[in-house]
């Protein structure tokens, strides 16, 4: 005998088609994916010239924004000030997090 799958909602006249309304988000996702892969099929010149501008663009604007951020980030883990600044904030952070499991129907019961 199938098993039943909850996804599937029985509709009145009897047939056991999945709910479409639910799963639109996903069909449109899937549709624009589809999309999206035959106009790179159909037009491959145009596709590698924007990807070759998207690559000059992280190269030339995003990368050296976040260099500093990667370098000063990775310096501070090798010298162990994030596990110093962690020490010290552990007390308060216990508290918080105690406190937010007090009260956890306020939103604060995630941390």
Request: aromatic letters at 10%; zero cysteines; a positive charge.
């Amino acid at each position: 005998m199938p098993r039943h799958d909850p996804r599937i909602q029985p509709s009145p006249g009897g047939s056991r088609l999945p709910d479409l309304r639910r799963h639109a988000g996903l069909a449109l996702i899937s549709a624009l994916a589809v999309a999206l892969t035959v106009a790179m099929v159909a037009y491959p010149d145009l596709a590698f010239a924007s990807a070759v501008k998207g690559l000059k663009v992280w190269w030339d604007v995003v990368f050296p924004a976040l260099l500093p951020f990667f370098i000063a980030g990775q310096v501070l883990m090798a010298l162990g000030v994030v596990s110093f600044m962690g020490v010290l904030m552990e007390p308060y952070i216990n508290t918080m997090a105690s406190s937010a499991q007090a009260y956890p129907r306020r939103g604060l019961g995630r941390l």
